[in-house]
């Protein structure tokens, strides 16, 4: 069993930027891809981008890609998303996710744990 718990959302204008947590406990972190997705009214639950259990594999989706980092602390059982020059349709829910396996997966039904979520919100 792995808990996960996302902080660092919040209130920021285009162009600025905000970076999140998620702490993991439970199971052995470091054996674990974790991911960050995004929902936003009305639609469906993304992939933003994740990070296989090394650190050394990672995926970007194309919107975020050049403007978003992840990276991982194993040590600190934390995974974290760098989010640089965002943009009003970043607004959503983000959450964290784990997955067992060791791949990098990049569908919600493939991961195993979820956190709660944080808000973002991007004002124009």
């Given at each position: 069993q792995v808990q996960l718990v996302e902080s660092g959302g919040g209130l920021v204008q285009a162009g600025g930027s905000l970076r999140l947590s998620c702490a993991a406990s439970?199971?052995?972190f470091s054996?674990?891809?974790m991911g960050w997705f995004r929902q936003a009214p009305g639609k469906?639950?993304?992939i933003v981008a994740a990070v296989s259990w090394s650190g050394g594999g990672?995926?970007?989706s194309d919107s975020v890609k050049g403007r978003f980092t992840?990276?991982?602390d194993n040590a600190k059982?934390?995974?974290y998303l760098q989010m640089n020059s965002l943009k009003p349709e970043d607004t959503a829910v983000?959450?964290?996710a784990a997955d067992r396996a060791w791949r990098i997966a990049t569908m919600p039904s493939e991961y195993d744990y979820w956190g709660q979520g944080t808000q973002v919100t991007v004002s124009s």
């Open positions: 439970g199971r052995t054996t674990i891809t469906e639950r993304d990672s995926y970007y992840i990276s991982r059982n934390t995974v983000y959450y964290c």
